[in-house]
Each structure stands twice: as C-alpha cells, then as structure tokens.
T-cell receptor, first 115, second 115 residues
C-alpha cells in the first residue's frame, strides 16, 4: 500500500540553526499538510498546501516556518532560527483531495530535537 | 472550549474483549467529518475510520466501528475482539466546516490490551 515517507526520522539541531524536514506524499495525492506533536501533547495543525500554495495555516505557522514543493514528489517544511520549543514530532500528511470524506494519510514523523 | 474531548486518558481491556473509546466534539457546523487515528509506540499515525455528519449509518472498518450519536455530539470508537497489537494511543479528530481541511485532534486515549 502506498505511504507517506518522511526523512529524517530523527533530527538533532542546535538552537538558532535552520532545519528542513522532508516528505514524499502519496503519488496521486494533491493536498499536503504538516502537523506537529509536542511530547505528550495532542497533534496540532500547522499548514495545508494545494496547487503550489498555502491554503490554510495556523497561528503556530509564523514567519519562522515555510513550506515548499521543490519538485513533483517532495514536500518540505523549513524552520528558520530554531528554538527550544520547536522540539516536537513533525508529521507530514497527504490526501487525494481536501474536504469530504477523504482521510489524511500520515507519515511516520520526524522527531526534531533542538539543543 | 475544547473542540474534541477524549475523557479517558487510559483504558485497559483483555484480549478478545470489546472496548469503547469515547470522543465528544463541539461544533456549530452542520457539515463536518470525524476521524479516528491509532498511534503505536513507534510513533506513526494510522488512519482507522471516518464518519461524516450526514452519514446515516455508523461507519465500520473490520474490527473497528464508530458509534455516532449526532444529537449527543459523540463519536465513540468500538474495537471488537481486541488484540495485543491494538495497544496504542488512539486519537479522535474532526474536520470542521465545509471550507477547511485541517484536522483538530483530541488529547488521545492510551489503550492497553492484556492477555
């Protein structure tokens, strides 16, 4: 069964550095998402992306964050000038289409640790 | 106010027994969708089942069924014939309104299945 793949599985970065989290969504999916889960807390929406532009973002997704689909397969989340509180599990998800009954399929996540 | 409430932080069930995981939601929208995801200790998020607000029948997927009571705004997950591999965190999530596809998650219920 096709799946969303995320790399790396674990990223350790010094505070203040930039980090790029990578995702390969399921190939026929058109809608892409990033969520994060701080340890022990619930999953929080960051951003949705369709047709090469952000369709929705949360208040967490400030100027520190950006997303990009640099080619036909990858979807990336860039975090500039990382802070300690950015430490979390970051999940990429994709769906065939937005709205309706289509589920969002999640990757295995990237655990980001900021030192 | 919490959009998704999961009041059971932890549940225990014996193998082969059925278990119900509670989820209540809060929305003023008429059109919305409810999802359940499983998160094993390895961290990935696995889609289990979906219920649309206009669906007249309760959703079922194999051993998973959703007890949807719209008037009570509850969407409880029922797992029949529990297996040891069902031990995981379970998250209820809602896609609210017609013009957004972000998922709002509850705090989760940790299910432990014992022999």
């Amino acid at each position: 069964e096709p799946e969303v793949t995320q790399t790396p599985s674990h990223q350790v970065t010094q505070m203040g550095q930039e980090v790029i989290l990578r995702c390969v969504p399921i190939s026929n999916h058109l809608y892409f998402y990033w969520y994060r889960q701080i340890l022990g807390q619930k999953v929080e929406f960051l951003v949705s992306f369709y047709n090469n532009e952000i369709s929705e973002k949360s208040e967490i997704f400030d100027d520190q964050f950006s997303v990009e689909r640099p080619d036909g397969s990858n979807f990336t989340l860039k975090i500039r000038s990382t802070k300690l509180e950015d430490s979390a599990m970051y999940f990429c998800a994709s769906s065939v289409r937005g709205l309706g009954n289509q589920p969002q399929h999640f990757g295995d996540g990237t655990r980001l640790s900021i030192l | 106010a919490q959009k998704i409430t999961q009041t059971q932080p932890g549940m225990f069930v014996q193998e082969k027994e059925a278990v119900t995981l509670d989820c209540t939601y809060d929305t003023s929208d008429q059109s919305y969708g409810l999802f359940w995801y499983k998160q094993p200790s390895s961290g990935e998020m696995i889609f289990l089942i979906y219920q649309g607000s206009y669906d007249e029948q309760n959703a079922t997927e194999g051993r998973y069924s959703l007890n949807f009571q719209k008037a009570r705004k509850s969407a409880n997950l029922v797992i029949s014939a529990s297996q040891l591999g069902d031990s995981a965190m379970y998250f209820c999530a809602m896609r609210e309104a017609y013009n957004t596809d972000k998922l709002i998650f509850g705090t989760g219920t940790r299910l432990q299945v014992f022999p």
